[in-house]
């Protein structure tokens, strides 16, 4: 059960990610963070970032092998950064919907769901 709230919980904290480091722009395109300072958009980014570490924290935590959970630390990395390219190219299709992603964008999704394989695979 620790393996689905971990996964559950990084999810999570790759929207709020996504949001913090990317949000700022989406404010600035439609015209509501265009006169913030520099220091105001890194304020919000660090404010929404907070909510990320509330899930990532306790999700590596709770996933890692040490604590009773189902990862090793590489384990842990490689399903996060996974699940942060799929919900970067989800978010930034419903965000940005004039970024488009190519054929190059797909090959590279497959690699690291290759890789994500080839981490779980015994020694």
Known sequence: MYGIYTVIL???????MTFAWYGHLKLQQNGI???WPLI???????????FEYCCQV?????????????????QLK??????SLIVFAIMTNI????EQLHWNHAL???LLVAAV???FMES
């Open 78 to 83: 490689v399903i996060q950064e996974c699940i």
């Open 40 to 50: 105001g958009v890194i304020a919000f980014s660090w404010l929404i970032a907070f």
């Open 117 to 119: 394989y080839l981490i």
């Open 58 to 74: 306790p999700a590596n935590r709770m996933g890692f092998i040490g604590n009773g959970g189902p990862f090793s630390l590489v």
């Open 95 to 98: 965000m940005f919907q004039n």
């Open 33 to 35: 963070s265009s006169n």
């Open 10 to 16: 990084l999810i999570l904290s790759n929207v709020f």
């Open 108 to 110: 590279a999704f497959l």
